[in-house]
């Protein structure tokens, strides 16, 4: 059974907004990325799955538990980290951590220490007084210190300094080699790339790709960029060539075309009768691939897609 399980989910907010027949499963120590831009439907999805808002259509589960009937008992299982931070008025962070432990029944506070020391938190402060860092780090605080078996992240990098953004993706790697499920929404590639295993890209409250982190680092397509050493080489190697060049720079006498492994050698022999300044590879990364469907007008249908690619 899926830990996390959303099946044909429809919120229509009207004028095209909201999420359109979202349908995905997280297993059981998997870590989910919800790759999308600003207003693409990650908040709203997430606010479902925490049983904040009623679906129009479709069903949403967190271990079997229905999201919206059982939400005030799913709450003890998961921990969510909102992109937007709601605090109450005076109190200080001790205050309002120790509010949370009783809220929780919390009565070890061990693991609390623990998360205040990795994050480096001083609680001693008013929240009001806290800089935008300080409450988040108290919101990282809080929301795990139940230590849950899930976790709902919403952008939880936003506000962290890159030292603290380290951090988190480091607490992410733990928390999945301890197990936990995780689901993860964000739009910064680096953040998804070093800790999920599968990626959603979520476009105009649609699901347009599901992707799993291996197929991209192991995709055999390639892009190359070659420098000839002279105006004639590059005139040459184009006349002969057996491939499509999508990109020609004849200013820099230098072409960028995309190959399969398997194309690796003819690539060599038609270059064996030219002279090279450099030929190096041009990764393909997350971005690129999210970008591919940014770039499209038409909507592709979720598993549809291949690893075909053009440059950038
Ligand atoms: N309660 C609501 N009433 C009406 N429209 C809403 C409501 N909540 C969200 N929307 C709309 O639904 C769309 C998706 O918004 P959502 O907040 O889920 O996006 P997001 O991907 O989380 O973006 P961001 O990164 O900006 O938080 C947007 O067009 C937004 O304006």
Known sequence: MPVIEMKHVTKDYGYGRGIFDVSFEIKKGEVFGFLGPNGAGKTTT?????????????ELSI???????????????VGYLPGELAFPKNMTGDQFIKFMAEERQITDMTHTEELKNIFELDTSEDIKEMSLGTKRKLAVVTAFM??????????PTSGLDPVMQERFIQFILNEKANGKT?????????EVDATCDRIAIIK?????????????KQSTNKAFKIEFSSFQDYQTFLEDTKFTIPIKRPDQNQVKLNLTDEKMQQ???ELSGVKVNFIS???FTLEDYFMDFYDRKKTVAA???NLQHGLH
């Open 46 to 58: 997430i606010r479902h799955l925490m049983g904040f808002s009623k679906p129009h259509e479709g």
């Open 63 to 77: 271990n079997g538990k229905d999201c919206w009937k059982a939400a005030a008992i799913i709450k003890y299982d």
């Open 146 to 155: 139940h230590n849950p078996s899930v976790l709902i992240l919403d952008e």
């Open 182 to 190: 995780i689901l993860l929404s964000s739009h910064i590639f680096s």
């Open 204 to 216: 105009d409250g649609v699901v347009v790709s599901t992707i799993e982190a291996n197929q991209l």
């Open 267 to 269: 690539l060599f022999i």
């Open 281 to 283: 590879e041009i990764k």
């Open 303 to 305: 598993g549809e897609e």
